[in-house]
């Protein structure tokens, strides 16, 4: 359905990837997966047209529609919820406006008529009649019910917004849908409705993601950006996973019998052919397996930034103390007190409360009322949600870090980059075409600059690779300061918070204990809902 030839990406002296050749074909979802600043949007944008590659060319199969997940979710502000779900297919969406603008003409003459009677065809053929409801099912089925469906865009929460934009991607049934890091934002029943959908899409799906869970329930192939190449591998992500694993296990190791290779080999497939669960995978799975050629894997070739908080001096007892903190209608009444050495895992059930506290506790917002009573020795940093901001300019990535940093001088600011895998002329290019994941990888060196004792984090791992994620993590479990932070990450969050602090609209719940504890406690339980009791999802 799509064929890549000769494919090559270049900026400037960097080659992204060249010679790639490949073929997309129906009824397969491909995961396409790398390391942050491999090139996978970027390949995205050439498959999609919204880019030129530098040689070689895309060819999409004669009459096939494409349909791609909006990133900016602000876009469709102005529009009706249903319309911004039907302008997902371009086509009849604009005969419908072409045929709203016939009729409501004054001077509707013969060829007027015969115009309209056209596009009414069209319109029949394109299924337009039925546009509405399915659109207002897909919509049901997202969650958001008739009540919002004609309410403007600009009128949802920010979950909202991702769930409408997911329908209008796969209103109409494209035969076509690309996504780039669908599950961003998104909460854990919006995922599992989007694995769910993409599983039974008899269609062909491409989709960028981060995430290994989701990865393995959607792909049928992987497609995998590394070493300036782009190789395809049938399964989905843990076998691509394990079989690079043991391709590198197996090159490090040549001197082992050929027998013992091939035996350790059918080991392998044999384990993975038990417990092939969709008929879909078991298929391309059992054909891959048939063709699997050790020698064609390569290990990967990503590498582990290296984050380190110092802290330039050690906090004194009092960290901080917040009392009767409140913000209209997002949270009410929060009073606490950390402790050196806390790691506080702040939970709301709508990320937008945390995200807006964050905000208020560094003074980019105001509270309504209470008060936030830093301690001296502190010195804290803090990780926002959306950095968009702070990458308008162009300055170079040194020149960028350097307005953070007392120390002006050029080899200590490439130290910080360079920890963060930014070297050589990398740490040289302009700061507004860094990737999502190079993005927080910059913010990530500007907080290890300022040698904090206290650490906000919000949403750390967002956009971040694997091998980041796991950095993240350890250097979270080693760090000797205080942390308060919120994620997605359920191991992430296991593994560093001793201590939830759940926040809602009703006011608080302040738990010493680790996050599974939490979640099972069913004592909070009760106290946990009345958070929300009385105050609506859409008010937020
Ligand atoms: N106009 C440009 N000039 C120079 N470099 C660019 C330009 N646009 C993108 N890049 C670089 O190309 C690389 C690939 O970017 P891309 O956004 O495709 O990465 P990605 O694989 O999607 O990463 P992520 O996982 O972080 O989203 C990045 O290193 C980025 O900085
Ligand atoms: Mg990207």
Redo the contacts with the bound molecule.
């Keep these: 359905m799509i064929t890549v030839n000769d494919l090559s990406i270049r900026?400037?002296k960097?080659v992204?990837f060249d010679e790639v050749n490949l073929k997309f074909t129906t009824n397969n979802c491909y995961g396409i997966i790398?390391a942050?600043?491999?090139?996978?949007?970027?390949?995205l944008k050439v498959l999609t047209g919204e880019m030129e590659s530098t040689s070689g060319h895309v060819s999409v199969e004669k009459g096939k529609r494409m349909a791609v997940l909006s990133q900016d979710h602000f876009k469709y502000d102005e529009f009706p919820v249903l319309n911004t779900v039907m302008q997902g297919h371009k086509e009849m969406y604009a005969i419908m406006l072409a045929k709203d603008e016939l009729y409501a003409k004054h001077d509707f003459n013969e060829e007027d008529g015969i115009k309209a009677s056209e596009l009414e065809e069209k319109f029949a053929e394109m299924n337009g009649w039925m546009a509405e409801s399915e659109g207002g099912e897909l919509l049901e089925g997202l969650g958001i019910g008739s009540d919002k469906h004609h309410m403007l865009m600009k009128d949802l929460s920010g979950n909202e917004k991702v769930r409408v934009l997911i329908a209008q991607t796969l209103f109409g049934n494209p035969d076509i849908l690309v996504m780039d890091e669908p599950t961003n934002d998104l909460d854990i029943e919006t995922v599992a409705w989007l694995e769910n959908f993409i599983v039974n899409f008899p269609n062909l799906v491409i989709v960028?993601s981060?995430d290994r869970h989701f990865l393995d329930s959607v792909c049928t192939q992987v497609v995998d950006?590394d070493f300036k190449k782009i190789s395809q591998f049938g399964g989905n992500y843990t076998f691509w996973y394990e079989s690079s694993q043991l391709a590198l296990r197996q090159q490090q190791n040549q001197n082992k019998k050929s027998e013992e290779r091939k035996k350790e080999l059918q080991d392998f497939i044999a384990r993975f052919s038990a417990n092939v669960k969709k008929s879909k995978q078991a298929t391309s799975r059992k054909k891959m397996l048939e063709n699997l050629n050790m020698d064609e894997i390569k290990p990967s070739s990503r590498k582990y930034p290296a984050i380190i908080f110092v802290q330039e001096r050690d906090a004194g007892d009092q960290i901080l103390n917040v009392t009767g903190l409140t913000l209209e209608p997002y949270f009410r009444d929060i009073s606490f007190s950390l402790n050196k050495g806390d790691k506080v895992f702040l939970y709301s059930k709508h990320s937008i409360i945390t995200s807006k506290f964050y905000q208020v506790m560094n003074g980019e917002l105001e509270p309504d009322s209470g008060t936030i009573e830093w301690g001296i020795t502190i010195n804290q940093a803090y990780l926002p949600n959306h950095n968009d901001e702070y990458f308008q300019s162009k300055l170079s990535l040194v020149d960028w870090l350097r307005q953070y940093s007392e120390e002006k001088d050029e080899t200590f600011i490439r130290g910080f980059l360079g920890k963060m895998l930014f070297s050589g002329d990398e740490a040289l290019?302009e700061c507004n075409?860094?990737?999502?994941?190079?993005k927080v990888r910059c913010m990530i060196s500007r907080l290890m600059l300022s040698n904090p004792n206290m650490l906000m984090l919000d949403e750390p791992l967002n956009?971040l690779?694997l091998e980041s994620i796991t950095a993240f993590n350890n250097s979270l479990k080693d760090y000797k300061g205080t942390v308060l932070f919120t994620s997605h990450d359920h191991h992430f969050i296991q593994s560093i918070a001793d201590r939830v602090v759940e926040i809602g609209p009703n006011g608080m719940v302040d738990k010493p204990t680790d996050y599974d504890s939490y979640r099972e406690d069913t004592e909070i339980t009760e106290r946990r809902n009345e958070l929300y009791a009385g105050v609506s999802f859409e008010s937020i």
């Design positions: 900026f400037g960097r992204l790398g942050n600043g491999a090139g996978k949007s970027t390949f960028v981060h950006i290019k075409v860094l990737s999502g994941g190079e956009h690779d």
